[in-house]
């Protein structure tokens, strides 16, 4: 059974910094491939959204919204994103979803989610 472990949120002011992790573990690689791993998160009252992807060769995607401020990065080895959020804005507070993307040897994609993890901006 694949799992989704996330670490790192929490409260924090306005124009500060947090550091989420996620691992996974439990992909059965005999059947199939992780193809990218990122972050969506989900404010209260609107839809869950895109905030960071990274493939599993190293390229990246950004919500325009937190371009210039988050960074996505991974360890391939360890099977671990990550996303440093820099200048934290109170629009920023979301539950955080970690995902994992992999594809079967049939090629059918499967989505993986992590728990969640609280992240709160506010003075």
């Known amino acids: 059974q694949v799992q989704l472990e996330e670490s790192g949120g929490g409260l924090v002011q306005p124009g500060g910094s947090l550091k989420l992790s996620c691992t996974a573990s439990g992909l059965d690689y005999r059947l199939n491939a992780l193809n990218a791993m990122g972050w969506y998160r989900k404010a209260p009252g609107k839809q869950i959204e895109l905030v960071a992807t990274i493939t599993r060769g190293g390229s990246t995607n950004y919500a325009d919204s937190v371009k210039g401020r988050f960074t996505i990065s991974g360890n391939n080895a360890k099977v671990t994103v990550y996303l440093d959020m820099n200048n934290l804005k109170p629009e920023d507070t979301a539950v955080y979803y970690c995902?994992?993307?992999?594809?079967?040897?049939?090629?059918?994609?499967?989505?993986?989610w992590g728990q969640g993890t609280q992240v709160t901006v506010s003075s």
């Open positions: 995902n994992a993307e992999a594809l079967t040897t049939t090629r059918k994609r499967n989505d993986y």
